[in-house]
């Protein structure tokens, strides 16, 4: 009887060990702390994969362990645990979680929280910097940022970009941001941004309005960008470690002809007449190189022949970690780019150590120090455009394989790959950069903080350069070689005072002062050789070689510079904003020096008011603002005038002598804009979408401009602050979570797109009314944007039957280009020229996908850039239709082929008439930027492998692109001296597919 009791006890106990064991259903309902259901929260069982997500009524039933525990989640608001306690139905209310708002974000000279921020201020972090793999950061945002126009400058490794954040404002002077890191103000801006390894870079901080600009006075014009490097955190120490290998080709190569059409090119270029005949080929082809080509059927691609395979590689190792007192974040890092050019190369290390350290509850000092030093083999500008002019009858070896200087027996065209001889033509570019900056920190009293900032700034430079004899440069005659040192030294010093305090319950105070004091010093030492001994010493020895040329120079500036900022709000939802800026600078002369730069802005964060209480919306401000900064394009010295050798008699001797390069103009200063910006953050459904829209007009007056002055004066130009622009756009970005089940699947979807037009205001030409007119000489028109092409408009190609029309209108004959008659007086005369477009895009911007689903991760990236007008060389310098050199594979007219699409080749022409106006295509376009596939491993084999994470990533970048433009790229970095022109000195760009591993211990 015992052992049946026993026996019955036991399977009673076994069959709820079973029920637990299996769990039992729970049920029940999910809604905030007002009672309103949240659909779509997130109900998972602790510590397995069990999971599932409430309906529409915020209803959920799920299976689990009567001892367990839920975790319940949903977007806006606090995970919780609730132990299930053998109940079956467990109710849960969610807290709103402010995180999202009470996320602290870098300002300029502090932080505030991102809900209380009232200017146009944006942010990227780390992860999205992650998404594109390149050795510049600042590349890394291209297509991610409204209102933030990247455009790559070309396929050289290491290249950098241009960026515009909301277009530009000046004419002649610069329209680069200032990049500031870690509080230090970059001297070379962009140029120097290449020193940074990205993955050492927590977020950037995009400052785009004058009001949040303005705190940075005289600098502030274009925008700045504030860059963070990663800290280290409390805790235990944590080891990263990231690898990645990617093999790259050409993203697209331009047609050009091949044997059979250039054959067919040259014949009809030497037509007796537009419709005679043409001559037999020994009349045409004089070349024996060529004639032997004809009858082997032989044709040379020597596109093909100089652009191949490149890869790129990038290494890096972190280790941060630290104690409540003491935290640290160090890294190395290794990159390397092997271009689609066998000379061309980027490598670059870089180290880095973040200290900070908290001495008692008074004292903290911190130091960031890093150093990087790159090679840059910038490589032959030759090859590009040798490739691409060179007869495809030419051969590149003779028949012991040998390169071959001459492929024919034309001397123009030189043979490209000797350009990429080993040791044939260096052109290596070396910077060696130290940034330490160091703060020390002292809490005064409470809410009074006092920081003092020293940060030098330490850039080695070296660019040695060699041309041998048979190259492109000196086309047989002795090499030549040159090296060029520039070492700069800049060191900033800051002192910040930040009162913060609560005046009351509603209201708060945010006072904050600031010093600073910047100095910068270049020195530049050139030497040029020609004659060079033997061609193994490259530049190494310029001492043994004949005509040298040294030069040496320096150049030195100082900016001192206060600034006081008040943040007030009440009740954290009228928020207000006020700065002042006193900027004085050694560039200006007596009593132009200083300048002083304002801004303004307020905010109302309508979502505090009860009367949005039960809506979907979770976040609403509205925000304006007004400020007013400048450019300091204003070079040293420039305004004492400077001097220049010059050459003149001294009796029946020559001698050399001095006189000044420029008029000096004392009153010269900074440009100035003026921008008024009114914008709205938004959050709904309980943060599941997040967004921002903002309109903005920017005056900039004072304009640095050279005026043009008679020949009598001895000077063709003076700068000066003359002039006018208007720009002005609309911006607009959305962060959307579609879905979002941690445990199931996963889609985010992130858009930008922003758009602006620009226009001349005002100029240094005026009518005799004192109205402003256009400057047709500098190609400058009184409202229309910066940089326009102003040209005949081409309508077609005279045909056949328009003998006399060709002849009354432009002196031409049929098979040349016509152009449209704007004035209709049936002439062609300059006032039919107009103009054609501009390189200001209609719109551009981003659109980001990324799904998961149980540690996989699919990322599709898009950028486009719509609208924009291009000026393609490649249409003029390689569509001469002169058929002595190779051509576009274009169709061309001829008696057989009337088209209108070329005009007639003609030996007699180097270029045809009007031939610019082949060159203007509207360069719209769509990119594949990235598309990336990601595994997690299971947490169970990382743990095995004493890991925290250990992710697997294949990725491709610009695999794929969309334009009506045939070219390497329809994407052209805007320079201040070349806007949306592409040619043949142009590498072309690039397309990857890569492996990382990125790891974590």
Known sequence: MQMIKFLFLSIVVALLSIQASFGQQVSGTVTDTEGIPLPGATVVVKGTTTGTTADFDGNYSITAPSDGTLVFSYIGYKRTEVLVDGRSTVNISLEEDSALLDEVVVVGYGTQKKGEVTAAIASVEAEQLSIVQTSSTIDAVKGQVSGVDIQSAGGRPGQTSSVRIRGRRSITASNDPLYVVDGIPLIDGSESMSDINPQDIASLQILKDAAATAVYGSRGANGVILVTTERGRVGKTQVRYSSQIGLTSATRLVDMMNGEEYAALKREARRSSWDGTIPPDAEVFFDPIELESLEQGRSTDWLDLV???????????????????????????????????????????????????????????????????????????????????????????????????????????????????????????????????????????????????????????????????????????????????????????????????????????????????????????????????????????????????????????????????????????????????????????????????????????????????????????????????????????????????????????????????????????????????????????????????????????????????????????????????????????????????????????????????????????????????????????????????????????????????????????????????????????????????????????????????KGIELGIFFYFRQGQTITSNFHSGNNSLFARYNNLDVDYWTINNPSNANPRPNENQESPRNGSTLRYFDSSFIKLRNISLSYSLPGSFVDKLGMEDLRLIISGQNLWFITDYETFDPEVAESDNDAGTLGSGVVPSSKMVSLSLRARF
Do not use: C
């Not at 020390?440 to 004899?469: V, Y």
């Not at 002039?723 to 858009?751: C, H, M, Y």
């Not at 449209?820 to 981003?846: A, H, S």
């Open 307 to 853: 652009v191949g395979n490149g890869y790129q590689t990038n290494h890096q190792l972190g280790v941060s970690g630290g104690s409540e007192n003491t935290t640290f974040n160090t890294s190395i890092g290794y990159f390397k780019e092997k271009g689609i050019i066998s000379n061309q190369d980027y490598e670059r290390f870089t180290g880095r150590v973040n200290v900070d350290h908290r001495i008692n509850d008074i004292f903290k000092i911190g130091a960031s120090f890093m150093i990087s030093n790159s090679v840059q083999n910038w490589g032959s500008s030759a090859t590009i455009g040798e490739a691409l002019a060179n007869n495809p009858l030419g051969v590149p070896y003779d028949a012991d394989g040998e390169l071959l200087f001459l492929p024919t027996n034309d001397g123009i065209r030189t043979n490209p790959l000797n350009e990429l001889v080993d040791g044939a033509y260096i052109d290596e570019r070396k910077w060696t950069r130290i940034f330490a900056p160091v703060y020390l920190d002292i809490d005064i009293a409470e809410g009074l903080q006092w920081r003092t900032l020293f940060g030098p700034d330490i850039r080695l430079g070296r660019r040695g350069q060699f041309r041998g004899s048979l190259t492109n440069d000196n086309r047989g005659g002795p090499g030549d070689a040159s090296v060029d040192h520039s070492d700069n030294f800049a060191y900033t010093i800051e002192n910040l005072l930040t009162y913060d305090k609560s005046i009351g319950e509603n209201h708060n105070l945010k006072v904050t002062l600031l010093q600073s004091t910047q100095s910068s010093r270049t020195e530049r030492t050139l030497a040029s050789v020609t004659g060079i001994p033997y061609e193994s010493q490259a530049f190494y020895n310029l001492g043994s070689a004949d005509n040298s040329i040294v030069e040496s120079r320096l150049t030195e500036w100082t900016l001192n510079s206060y600034m006081g900022r008040l943040n007030y709000d009440i009740n954290g939802k009228y928020l207000f904003q006020a700065s002042l800026r006193a900027d004085g600078s050694s560039r200006l002369a007596e009593g132009n020096k200083w300048n002083y730069f304002p801004g303004f802005s307020a905010g109302w964060r309508i979502s505090e008011e009860s009367f949005l209480n039960e809506t979907a919306i979770s976040q609403l401000m509205l925000r304006a603002s007004y400020g007013e900064v400048g450019n300091t394009s204003v070079a040293p010295y420039q305004t004492a005038g400077r001097l220049q050798n010059v050459a003149y008699a001294f009796g029946e001797e020559n001698a050399l002598g001095f006189a000044l390069s420029e008029i000096p103009n004392a009153n010269l200063s900074w440009e100035v804009s003026k921008t008024l910006d009114i914008g709205m953050d938004f959050g709904l459904f309980n943060g599941r979408v997040n967004g921002a829209m903002d309109w903005f007009r920017t005056n900039t007056v004072d304009i640095l401009l050279n005026r043009s002055l008679p020949f009598t004066s001895g000077y063709d130009n003076i700068l000066q602050n003359i002039g006018a622009t208007r720009t002005q756009g609309l911006e607009f970005a959305v962060n959307t979570k579609i879905f979002n089940n941690p445990n199931g699947f996963s889609w985010n979807l992130d858009f930008n797109i922003a758009g602006y037009t620009e226009e001349i205001v005002e100029l240094a030409l005026k009518d005799e009314n004192g109205n402003p007119i256009d400057d047709v000489g500098n190609g400058w028109f009184i409202g229309q944007p910066i940089n326009v092409i102003f040209d005949y408009e081409k309508i077609g190609i005279y045909q056949a039957d328009e003998v006399a029309l060709a002849n009354s209108q432009e002196q031409k004959v049929p098979g040349e280009i016509r152009l449209l008659d704007l004035d209709g007086d049936g002439l062609i005369t300059p006032e039919d020229r107009t103009i054609q477009g501009t390189d200001t895009p209609d719109y551009y911007g981003g659109l980001n996908n990324r799904f998961s689903y």
